[in-house]
Nanobody, 121 residues
Framework: QVQVVESGGDLVQAGGSLKLSCTAS????????MAWYRQAPGKQRELVAT???????NYADSVKGRFTISRDGAQKKVYLQMNSLKPGDTAVYYC???????????????WGQGTQVTVSS
């Protein structure tokens, strides 16, 4: 019922910047929370940043001060501005959307297919 699509991943040099976008569509009544995760080769998927329905944000320690998560007014799009990129940021970045598909319905998790971010030295 909910589709999530990420975009914006690219190959960049260390110190560069990228902005990732995530769009949720389908049967969405309301969005509770949106988040970015990433998974590097040989590593488990980790939480990068979250933004809730009130606009409060949370970041992994490794990206604080460098990454900024934001959302549009409709709360169906989320962005991740990534500055001062490091080789350690190389990963597939996934968008996670927690939403209700109907009034007072359960909150469900929806995931995108991921977008590759590669940071070279």
């Amino acid at each position: 019922q909910v589709q999530v699509v990420e975009s914006g991943g690219d190959l960049v040099q260390a110190g560069g910047s990228l902005k990732l976008s995530c769009t949720a569509s389908g049967s969405i009544f309301s969005v509770n929370n949106m988040a970015w995760y990433r998974q590097a080769p040989g590593k488990q998927r980790e939480l990068v940043a979250t933004i809730n329905n009130g606009g409060s944000t949370n970041y992994a320690d490794s990206v604080k001060g460098r990454f900024t998560i934001s959302r549009d007014g409709a709360q169906k799009k989320v962005y991740l501005q990534m500055n001062s990129l490091k080789p350690g940021d190389t990963a597939v970045y996934y968008c996670n959307v927690r939403s209700r598909t109907r009034v007072l319905g359960p909150i469900v998790d929806s995931w995108g297919q991921g977008t590759q971010v590669t940071v070279s030295s």
